[in-house]
């Protein structure tokens, strides 16, 4: 059976892949190599624009019950309780700061809060077969398809499939990008960590408001830490000498002493999760494509925690990828709207990255970071109560108006939806249309063309107008 897309990992990056697919009524299969999705929380940092994604499918109280609580700040400090400390801005603004810029604000939520609530909502749509304990192993491509071969963890048994496209989304050490033979390029392994995922009753003693990361700076505490949920879970990073050490090295003894140390309570008694390590590396797919292949989040990029953009941009590259693909799949577009992933997504990979490498690339400005965050999509403004401009957008094109507007949809069938809104003056003003102005905008929220007053008719093949700078 031919796939229309396998999609290699389901992380946020393969998880929004498949589910912006399904949610355009196309099916794909997602395999991944663990037999469940990830029990580790990594990530805490959800940005303002991929609340917007995740506000636009209906998730965005869910993921919201598996807020921290913690403030979007950061906090040099010698411990975790010590009452001496210095904030710094990390770049994801609350709702006040936000402003009227969005309909959301961005949030502190663990990575493995977040997953399974797109696990569930993507196996409501019935679209995508997800198959757990399934590795990839090996492509190859012709000018119609590639046949992938893929391994049940369980039996060992080899399964070839065969897709007319493959998303490579199975992260830092990715298969399919070895596969594809695409160099990356940028430093590796800048500094390694030590992680030790606890449970320990430290939220009351430590100073208020609660802080989004602490960064330690007492003599035998150096490293991060942070709240990666609302009931005293943590997640503490330490610096190792990987190349000497094994984690066999730190025994529940050990990491007690390292805990007491950083958070400064002397007789805390943390309850050991888990533990792990990570690097920090900072390197970029020298290409996020080949042929019918693509990379996409951590596959294409490594970015440094500092900063909280890994699993943000992956998100970003996953719905990105998911619409063009469908909109290929579907007759909607030429194969050439492919081309526009690498070109749209690639430079603010490699601009996220080169920032994560840099020491002081954590400390952000909320009101940089957003306009960073939002830019290309259209502005959004209330148009009645809880419901945004950016809710007007459809799965295809989506024209809107100013209130006297007299352009007529093209009368040649387009292949492509248009949903059409006109909208009133005050909002349209917002949008930067005057009365008798109209936007064409794209499904992701980027305005594709304006018209003015005095213009006449839509052209008549809407779809051939360019779909990408
Ligand atoms: C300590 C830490 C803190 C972080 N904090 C933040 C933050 O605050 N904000 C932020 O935006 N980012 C943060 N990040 C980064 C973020 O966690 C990653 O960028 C994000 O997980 C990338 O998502 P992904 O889907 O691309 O890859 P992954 O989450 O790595 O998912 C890849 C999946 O592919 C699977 N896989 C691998 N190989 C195969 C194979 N051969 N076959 C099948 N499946 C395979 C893996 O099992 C995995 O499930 C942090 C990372 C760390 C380590």
Redesign the pocket.
Known sequence: MKHPVLI????????VTAITLARLGMSSLL????DDI?TIP??????VRTMELLRSWGLEAQVRQGETGAVAEGRITASLTSPDGVGIPMGFPDEHAVGGLSPTAAASVP?DHLEPVLLAHLREHHCAEVRFG????KLRQDAEGVDAWLRDRASGEIIKVRARYVVG????????RSALAIPMTGPERMAD?L?VLFRAPLRERVPAPLHGLYMLTGPDAAGMMLPVSSDDRW?Y?IPWDADRETLSDYDERRLTALIAAATGVADVRPRIENLGH?SFTAQVGDRYREGRCFL????AHR?T?RG???????IHDGHDLGWKLAWVLLGWAPAALLDSYETERRPIGVRNTTRSADPAGGRRDPAETLAEDLAGRLPHAWIAPGRSTLDLLGPGLTLLTGPRCDIRPPATRSPVPLDVHRLEEPVAAALGLEPQGAMLVRPDGLPLAHWTGTAGDLPAHLHTLPLAA
């Not at 290699?8 to 998880?15: D, H, I, Q, S």
């Not at 395999?31 to 663990?34: A, L």
């Not at 909280?308 to 992956?314: L, P, Q, R, S």
């Open positions: 290699v990992g389901a992380g946020p990056a393969g998880l395999v991944e190599r663990r990830s990594k990530a805490t940092g959800i940005s990575q399934t590795e990839f192993v989304a199975d992260g830092a050490r990715s298969r399919v960590f992680t997640l990073a990570f996409i989040g951590d596959a970015i925690p909280g953009t890994g699993m943000n941009t992956a």
